[in-house]
């Protein structure tokens, strides 16, 4: 049997996890999936690689041995993955960097001066995708990398550096009986009506309409929105309230909007995307500017 190395990096999650659930949020998959894979993996080989009941998981002695070749055969492999994605793009040195609104905080501001100090000769080119595609052009391979809010349409094809958590707020217009409040609480606004993302933006729509927290109550849609021209111009037209990262506040904060704290949300995630196929150090680099950032 010939395993495949995506098959490989889910068997070292695993033994370096001892937690299928752990493992599983590390690659950004689902636990029936990962789970899935492994079997295939143990019945091609003819071998049981972990011992394994509802409170523990350990490696096999055959488990073992794969560990070390697993590893091994990772590192190589991405390493002749650089290799030749770095020359292949020697004499591009233009890095496309896929958005849907603008991230706020300063942050490709101070990504790009620490990232020309490393790539003095790339050039960054932002492009600005509209809603309908949440990964900001990712999936359509459009851009090179995206800058994302989790979660995206079949996440765990990409892989996935989280930038920054932060809590969710509201815009709503300054007029809205609300608006001169400190903070909101998320239950005085499960009947307002909510600017919603399409259809085609699947979980990440449903993420910001707080789906998860509503319980049994319904969502009142007051329009739909493409981008975020669209949000500023429903917002002070009155047709509905929407949520937002803490860090973009200040990018709504226009004339007749408001921005407050909401108590009673998750955290939001800011993350860079990129397709797991693409080795090349430059994208390392990018990540490392942003985080940094």
């Known amino acids: 049997m010939d395993a495949h190395i995506r098959d490989l990096r889910y068997f070292v999650a695993i033994a370096e996890e001892l937690s299928f659930i752990r493992a599983a949020e590390r690659l950004f998959v689902s636990q029936p999936a990962l789970s899935k894979q492994i079997r295939q993996l143990e019945n091609g080989l003819r071998v049981r690689l972990f011992d394994r009941d509802r409170r523990t998981v350990r490696l096999t002695p055959p488990g073992e041995v794969l560990l070390t070749a697993a590893r091994e055969l990772i590192r190589s492999w991405d390493e002749a993955q650089r290799l030749v994605s770095d020359t292949a793009a020697a004499e591009a040195a233009v890095l496309t960097i896929g958005l849907s609104t603008s991230v706020g905080r300063g942050l490709l501001q101070r990504a790009r001066t620490r990232f020309a100090e490393r790539h003095p000769n790339w050039r960054l080119e932002i492009r600005q995708i509209n809603w309908e595609d949440a990964t900001a052009g990712l999936a359509t391979a459009d851009v090179d990398v995206a800058l994302v809010w989790l ?19 509201v815009a709503l217009r300054d007029d809205h009986p ?8 998320f239950g005085e606004l499960l009947d307002e009506p909510f600017l919603a993302l399409p259809e085609q933006a699947g979980p990440l729509r449903d993420y910001w309409l707080a789906a998860t927290e509503r319980g049994d109550h319904p969502v009142r849609i007051g329009a739909t ?3 975020a021209e669209e949000t500023f111009a429903a917002v002070e037209g009155g047709s509905g309230i929407v949520l937002l ?8 904060r226009r ?4 921005a407050l704290p909401v108590k009673g949300l998750t955290p939001c995630e800011l993350a860079l995307a990129w397709s797991p196929d693409d080795h090349r150090a430059v994208l390392r680099d990018l990540a490392q500017a942003l985080s940094d950032s």
């Open 225 to 227: 929105v493409h981008n």
């Open 245 to 252: 990262a803490a860090g973009n506040a200040a990018i709504y």
């Open 178 to 185: 609300l608006a001169d409040r400190a903070e909101v609480e």
């Open 255 to 258: 004339t007749g909007i408001t």
């Open 151 to 169: 979660p995206i349409p079949q996440q765990e094809q990409f892989t996935i550096r989280v930038l920054a958590t932060e809590p969710r707020w």
